[in-house]
Nanobody
């Protein structure tokens, strides 16, 4: 079983950047595909990005493609989400997620992930 702790959220002006981090513990990190979801007030959880266990396969949702980049450092048990050119509509709680798999197929549905972090708030002001 893996535990996930996010950090790096905060308040930023539109057009700015933030980098979220998620550190895992409790199991071998490289056994897990990782991802990020977000949830804005009154909306359903939304897939943001996925990265395979090795980092060799990545997939970003269309609303963030070209602005956000997911990456991982298996030596540090950490996955990152670099967010650039932020927009007010990016405001949400961002969740780090994990699923134990060596598959490289992108998991885009919340039910495909077994482990969730507590979430970190990202607020983008206009």
């Amino acid at each position: 079983q893996v535990q996930l702790v996010e950090s790096g959220g905060g308040l930023v002006q539109a057009g700015g950047s933030l980098r979220l981090s998620c550190t895992a513990s409790g199991d071998t990190f490289s056994r897990y595909a990782m991802g990020w979801f977000r949830q804005a007030p009154g909306k359903e959880r939304e897939f943001v990005a996925h990265i395979s266990w090795s980092g060799g396969n990545i997939y970003h949702a269309e609303p963030v493609r070209g602005r956000f980049t997911i990456s991982r450092d298996n030596a540090k048990n950490t996955v990152y989400l670099q967010m650039n050119a932020l927009k007010p509509e990016d405001t949400a709680v961002y969740y780090c997620v994990a699923v134990k798999t060596r598959s490289v197929v992108a998991n885009t549905h919340p039910n495909e992930y077994d482990y969730w972090g507590q979430g970190t708030q990202v607020t983008v002001s206009s």
